[in-house]
C-alpha cells in the first residue's frame, strides 16, 4: 500500500507530460469541447440533418422552407441511424464521431506537410512543435466553430484530406472514392474532378463524378421525393438552378450575408448591404445595390477566373502527374502534391457559392505547409524565410480575429462583412504559391518528409 502512494507514479505521470504536452493538451480540449458540445441547447445537427432524415423515413418532403436544410440528399441518409435514438444518446455519438475526425484532419494534414513526430524524448523539436501550432491556428477557429454548432464540416473535411493523403500514396481510385463522397454531402468537393484530370488521372475524375451522383441516388431507396422526381433533381431544381437566374446575385443562399465568406459572398454584401454601427450592436442591412446583377456576377466570375489562371500558371505542366505523388512507402509526400492540395482546399471555400466559417476548417493543411516553410529547414535563403513568417502571424492573425471572444460582438459582425476569413483564405493561397514558386526555382531546398512504416495509409499517418 505504501508502494502505490509513493511518488513514483507521479513522476511517471510528469515525465509522460513532459514529452507528450501536446496530447495531454488535446486530450484537455476534446473533454472541454464534448461536455459544452453535449450541453448545447441548438443543435444544428438535430434540427437540420437528424429533422431532414426523419421526413425522408415519413416519405415527407425534406427541403422544408424554414428548416434549414440545403444540402444533397445524401447528407439526409446518413443522419438515419441517428433518428431512432435518444437526444442524449444522439448528441454523445455525433461528438465521437466528430472528434475522430477531428484528430485524423489534423494528423493526417500534419503527414502530408511533411511533419513527423512531434512527441517523445528526443531534443530538436522544439521548431516542429512551433510549427504545427502556427499552423494549426490557421483553422482553429473553424474548426471549433464546426464543433459549436454541430456541422458536418469536420467530418467532410477529414474525407477531403484523407483522400488528399490516398492520391499522394498512388492510390486515385480510393482517393476518388473519397472526394466523391465529400461531394455527395457539399458539392464544392466536386472541384477535386477538374484537379484529377490536370493531373492525369481521367479515370478518377470519372469515377469521383460517380461516386457522388450514385450516392445521392440512394436516398430515393428509402422514399422517393413526394413531387414525383427523384431527390437529387429535386435538389438541383431548388437550389442550384435558380443560382443561373439573370436577376439572381451571386453569393446569395439561404443564410445571412454576413456569413458567407467566398468570393461571392463578398461580392454580394458589398454590393447589396451596409453595416450600421450603433452604441449597442453592429447591424447589416440591405442598401441600394451598386452593381446590376450581371455586372456583379462579371466582376466575380472575372476574380475568380483570374485566381484560377494564377494557380495553374504556378503549377503548370497540365496532365502530367507529379514527380513525388508516388513513392516507395509514401516518401516526399510534401512537395509538390501537399501544395497543391493546399492550394485546391483554398479554391473549394474561395470559389463557392456558399463558404461559412465552418467550411474552412481544412485550412490547417495549408497552415501547417506554410508553417514549415517558415520555420522548418526547408528555406534556404533569409529572405524568403522572412516573407514565409510574414504570411503565416498574417493568417493566424486574421483566424483568430474572426472570433467573437477576442473581438466582442460588434467587432466580430464587422470583420464578416469586411471578409477577414476570405482574406485569410486568400493571403494562405498566396503563401501556398509563393512557396511553389520559390521551389520550382530551386531556391528552397526539396521539403523534407521522415517516411513511415510500412503499412497502409492511414497507419503511417
Not at 448528441?91 to 475522430?100: E, G, I, M, T, Y
Not at 450592436?281 to 456583379?296: E, F, N, V
Not at 501547417?368 to 526547408?378: D, I, N, T, V, Y
Amino acid at each position: 500500500m505504501a508502494t502505490f502512494f509513493s511518488s513514483k507514479p507521479f513522476a511517471c505521470v510528469a515525465a509522460w507530460l513532459k514529452t507528450h504536452p501536446l496530447t495531454a493538451l488535446s486530450g484537455v480540449l476534446l473533454l472541454v469541447l464534448g461536455i459544452c458540445f453535449c450541453r448545447r441547447h441548438d443543435s444544428e445537427w438535430e434540427q437540420v440533418y437528424v429533422s431532414a432524415a426523419a421526413h425522408l423515413w415519413k416519405g415527407e418532403d425534406m427541403y422544408r422552407k424554414g428548416e434549414g436544410y440545403l444540402y444533397p440528399p445524401f447528407m439526409a441518409l446518413t443522419a438515419l441511424p441517428f433518428v431512432v435514438l435518444p437526444a442524449s444518446l444522439s448528441r454523445l455519438l455525433w461528438f465521437a464521431v466528430n472528434a475522430v475526425c477531428l484528430i485524423a484532419l489534423l494528423r493526417w494534414s500534419w503527414r502530408l506537410a511533411g511533419g513527423g513526430q512531434l512527441e517523445g524524448s528526443e531534443n530538436g523539436k522544439g521548431r516542429e512543435r512551433l510549427a504545427a501550432v502556427l499552423g494549426c491556428l490557421c483553422g482553429l477557429s473553424y474548426l471549433e466553430n464546426g464543433l459549436a454548432h454541430q456541422q458536418t464540416d469536420i467530418v467532410i473535411g477529414a474525407m477531403l484530406i484523407g483522400g488528399c493523403l490516398l492520391l499522394g500514396r498512388g492510390r486515385p481510385l480510393a482517393a476518388a472514392a473519397a472526394f466523391g463522397t465529400a461531394a455527395a454531402c457539399k458539392c464544392t468537393a466536386l472541384l477535386w474532378a477538374p484537379y484529377l484530370l490536370w493531373r492525369g488521372r481521367p479515370l478518377a475524375a470519372v469515377w469521383l463524378v460517380v461516386v457522388a451522383v450514385g450516392a445521392n441516388l440512394l436516398p430515393d431507396l428509402v422514399r422517393p421525393a413526394p413531387e414525383g422526381r427523384c431527390w437529387l433533381e429535386e435538389y438541383v431544381v431548388r437550389f442550384l438552378r435558380p443560382l443561373t437566374a439573370s436577376d439572381h446575385y451571386v453569393g446569395t443562399w439561404g443564410s445571412d450575408a454576413v456569413y458567407n465568406q467566398s468570393l461571392t459572398g463578398l461580392g454580394q454584401r458589398w454590393c447589396t448591404t451596409e453595416w450600421t454601427w450603433t452604441p449597442t450592436d453592429c447591424t447589416i442591412g440591405p442598401r441600394a445595390p451598386l452593381l446590376r446583377p450581371q455586372t456583379l456576377r462579371l466582376w466575380v466570375y472575372g476574380g475568380e477566373l483570374g485566381i484560377v489562371a494564377a494557380v495553374l500558371g504556378t503549377c503548370g505542366r497540365p496532365f502530367r502527374r507529379l514527380r513525388d505523388e508516388v513513392n516507395v512507402q509514401g516518401a516526399g509526400l510534401l512537395g509538390w502534391h501537399a501544395l497543391e492540395c493546399s492550394m485546391v482546399l483554398l479554391l473549394m471555400v474561395l470559389l463557392s457559392p456558399m463558404s461559412s466559417k465552418a467550411h474552412f476548417g481544412t485550412l490547417v493543411l495549408p497552415g501547417f505547409c506554410l508553417a514549415r516553410a517558415a520555420w522548418g529547414q526547408e528555406t534556404a535563403r533569409h529572405g524568403a524565410s522572412r516573407t514565409f513568417k510574414g504570411m503565416l502571424i498574417a493568417a493566424v492573425v486574421l483566424g483568430l480575429l474572426c472570433n467573437k471572444d477576442p473581438l466582442g460582438e460588434r467587432l466580430y459582425t464587422l470583420s464578416l462583412w469586411y471578409g477577414v476569413v476570405t482574406g485569410q483564405a486568400l493571403l494562405l493561397l498566396a503563401g501556398c504559391l509563393f512557396v511553389y514558386r520559390r521551389k520550382q526555382t530551386g531556391v528552397g531546398r526539396p521539403l523534407p518528409c521522415p517516411a513511415p512504416r510500412a503499412g497502409s495509409a492511414f497507419r503511417a499517418a
